[in-house]
Nanobody, 115 residues
Framework: HVQFVESGGGLVQPGGSLRLSCAASGLTFTNYAMSWYRQAPGKERELVATITSSSSTNYADSVKGRFTISRDNPKNAVYLQMNSLKPEDTAVYYC?????????WGQGTQVTVSS
């Protein structure tokens, strides 16, 4: 079965950086566009960034210029480099395929940006 395991979250100060990792299994990874989503308390889950199978990228306006999504196909991994973090970036971050859904979300990884 398909699994996505997120890691790398933590507590950082405003202006700090984190790199999130996503390990994928159970699918032909190179065939899929991959995305990072996030969900803050009391808010809807939102799309943050996408990277296609050809490594084209797209970002939500709120993170454009600060976040970078990348993939390492031999490792079946997706990354999200987050720089210049703001308190409004605080959320649980999830990784999954962009255009397919395989039944459930993973645990996600908590990112907290606070002084």
């Amino acid at each position: 079965h398909v699994q996505f395991v997120e890691s790398g979250g933590g507590l950082v100060q405003p202006g700090g950086s984190l790199r999130l990792s996503c390990a994928a299994s159970g699918l032909t990874f190179t065939n899929y566009a991959m995305s990072w989503y996030r969900q803050a308390p009391g808010k809807e889950r939102e799309l943050v960034a996408t990277i296609t199978s050809s490594s084209s990228t797209n970002y939500a306006d709120s993170v454009k210029g600060r976040f970078t999504i990348s993939r390492d196909n031999p490792k079946n991994a997706v990354y999200l480099q987050m720089n210049s973090l703001k308190p409004e970036d605080t959320a649980v971050y999830y990784c999954r395929t962009r255009y397919s859904f395989f039944g459930s979300w993973g645990q996600g990884t908590q990112v907290t940006v606070s002084s």
